[in-house]
């Protein structure tokens, strides 16, 4: 009868253990499995800018890894040094020194080879809608909306899980300008440096 007892308590201790253990060990969600991982980027970019002039931009980011080896993302970039251009008014048949701004957001995807490593390459693409404005003055301004695609690589090492910073190769193909400027004035190789945080392992 003692070992009836025994058994039968042993048994009910065995089953209220893994009852606790089952019910401590939550189902990974198919959102948190597919995205486990998301990061912050800041950096620059120097390349060709109207034709023959160097422009530097800053751009910032935030994006999101799916599956490991994909990102996506919305970016955000700006011209940094203020350019001067002359442009020739039909109405008053007189040319004027306009001061050139430009800026851009949009959609970045891309893929990550090497995605385990803690050196990364980066084939990626970018499609931004893009703004023009020369300004003389505060009532002088001209604005012009197009549309700009720029697909390049980048090279990422990760420094500590929530830390990295790389370099990159982009091509910048503008659509859509008229007037004043053509596409070809602002297309363009251009390099980057970059910085990043978040979660990246």
Not at 139 to 161: A, S
Not at 167 to 190: M, P, S, T
Request: with cysteine; net charge positive.
């Amino acid at each position: 009868m003692k070992k009836l007892i025994f058994a039968s308590c042993m048994l009910f201790l065995t089953l209220g253990i893994q009852a606790q253990t089952t019910d401590s060990i939550k189902p990974i969600s198919p959102f948190k499995r597919a995205v486990g991982q998301y990061y912050f980027e800041a950096g620059m970019h120097v390349g060709q800018i109207l034709q023959k002039k160097a422009g530097m931009y800053t751009h910032f980011s935030g994006n999101i890894i799916i599956y490991k080896k994909y990102h996506i993302g919305a970016q955000y970039e700006r011209l940094t040094n203020y350019e001067q251009m002359s442009l020739f008014n039909q109405d008053t048949m007189l040319t004027k020194t306009y001061n050139f701004m430009h800026q851009s957001a949009g959609i970045k995807f891309g893929y990550i080879i090497f995605h385990s490593k803690k050196y990364q390459l980066e084939p990626n693409l970018s499609v931004n809608w893009a703004m023009i404005q020369y300004r003389t003055n505060a009532l002088d301004i001209r604005k012009w909306n197009f549309c700009v695609i720029e697909p390049g690589i980048t090279f990422n090492y990760i420094v500590h899980k929530n830390v990295s910073f790389g370099a990159g190769l982009h091509y910048r193909i503008n659509l859509g300008l008229r007037n004043a400027l053509q596409n070809k004035d602002l297309n363009g190789v251009y390099g980057s440096i970059f910085l990043r945080f978040g979660v990246l392992k």
